[in-house]
């Protein structure tokens, strides 16, 4: 069974930092796209950022130069380093695997 649980996210003021982490289990990681989601109330859940089996990264225009995506495979985790946080940065952020499987979601808030 496939298992993806975020953690890291809470309340930061504008211009603040937050490192997210997303722990995966029951999938062959090493071989996945593994990638971050995020979705603020009322608003449809949008990409943020991606990274291949082979470290090529792919971020959502809106978060570059701000969010670094990372990942360690041998110990099956995904990480997002969020930068210089902005308000309209607040939402539910969720780790994506494969395409497939879904991590129960992590609140990140930015206060201004």
């Known amino acids: 069974q496939v298992q993806l649980v975020e953690s890291g996210g809470g309340l930061v003021q504008a211009g603040g930092s937050l490192r997210l982490s997303c722990a995966a289990s029951?999938?062959?990681?090493?071989?996945?796209?593994m990638a971050w989601y995020r979705q603020a109330p009322g608003k449809q859940r949008e990409l943020v950022a991606l990274i291949t089996s082979g470290g090529s990264t792919n971020y959502a225009d809106s978060v570059k130069g701000r969010f670094t995506i990372s990942r360690n495979n041998a110990r099956k985790m995904v990480y997002l380093e969020m930068n210089n946080l902005k308000p309209e940065d607040s939402a539910a952020y969720y780790c994506n695997g494969g395409g497939s499987w879904w991590g129960q979601g992590i609140q990140v808030t930015v206060s201004s």
């Open positions: 029951g999938i062959v990681f090493s071989i996945n796209v």
